[in-house]
T-cell receptor
Framework: GAVVSQHPSRVICKSGTSVKIECRSLDFQATTMFWYRQFPKQSLMLMATSNEGSKATYEQGVEKDKFLINHASLTLSTLTVTSAHPEDSSFYIC?????????????FGPGTRLTVL | AQSVTQLDSHVSVSEGTPVLLRCNYS??????LFWYVQHPNKGLQLLLK??????LVKGINGFEAEFKKSETSFHLTKPSAHMSDAAEYFCVVSARQAGTALIFGKGTTLSVSS
């Protein structure tokens, strides 16, 4: 089946630093990748949709200058949390949609736990 | 517009008894519906999906769900719960005509006692 990986799985950083999270589709090409944020014991909130080779589309209320998304290839998207603050601590999950498959099915990565001290 | 409502935030069952997790949806289009499971600090695993084929959908680990258009429901069931089924379950709706967004329910925590 389609596999999506994320790296790192867990990261702890100091306030003010930037953190990059990678999302890779391992065995398929993903024209579209999605980034979600999940607060403890809550549902997933879509942050942005990224299409390979173009700018990401951010959901309302998500700061695009704070959460930089790059989708440089059909197998890799990165989320960079710039100048992280404790309130950015969360579980970040990416998903990817195959370029040739069920139109709406997304395959999810295992998530990245970000803790900002 | 699309939305999904998971009617129970927490369900507790005993091992070996049936599981029922309820989900109602709203969609202006023909929806695709999914159930995902999430174990603590893990990503999401697809249990099953409905995409306009058979209304009774069988998934992994003995789970199944029935799409009932008249009731706008997509409840998840399992005949006999295992301890390993304890997790968070999300009902998700999507529609091709509405774009690519997945709309997540708030989740149902399933607890299984021995």
């Amino acid at each position: 089946g389609a596999v999506v990986s994320q790296h790192p799985s867990r990261v702890i950083c100091k306030s003010g630093t930037s953190v990059k999270i990678e999302c890779r589709s391992l065995d398929f090409q993903a024209t579209t990748m999605f980034w979600y944020r999940q607060f403890p014991k809550q549902s997933l909130m879509l942050m942005a949709t990224s299409n390979e080779g173009s700018k990401a589309t951010y959901e309302q209320g998500v700061e695009k200058d704070k959460f930089l998304i790059n989708h440089a290839s059909l197998t890799l998207s990165t989320l960079t949390v710039t100048s992280a603050h404790p309130e950015d601590s969360s579980f970040y999950i990416c998903s990817a949609r195959e370029s040739v498959s069920s139109y709406n099915e997304q395959f999810f990565g295992p998530g990245t736990r970000l803790t900002v001290l | 517009a699309q939305s999904v409502t998971q009617l129970d935030s927490h369900v507790s069952v005993s091992e070996g008894t049936p599981v029922l997790l309820r989900c109602n949806y709203s969609s202006s289009y023909s929806p695709s519906l999914f159930w995902y499971v999430q174990h603590p600090n893990k990503g999401l695993q697809l249990l099953l999906k409905y995409t306009s084929a058979a209304t009774l959908v069988k998934g992994i680990n003995g789970f199944e769900a029935e799409f009932k258009k008249s009731e706008t429901s997509f409840h998840l069931t399992k005949p006999s719960a295992h301890m390993s089924d304890a997790a968070e379950y999300f009902c998700v709706v999507s529609a091709r005509q509405a774009g690519t967004a997945l709309i997540f329910g708030k989740g149902t925590t399933l607890s299984v006692s021995s």
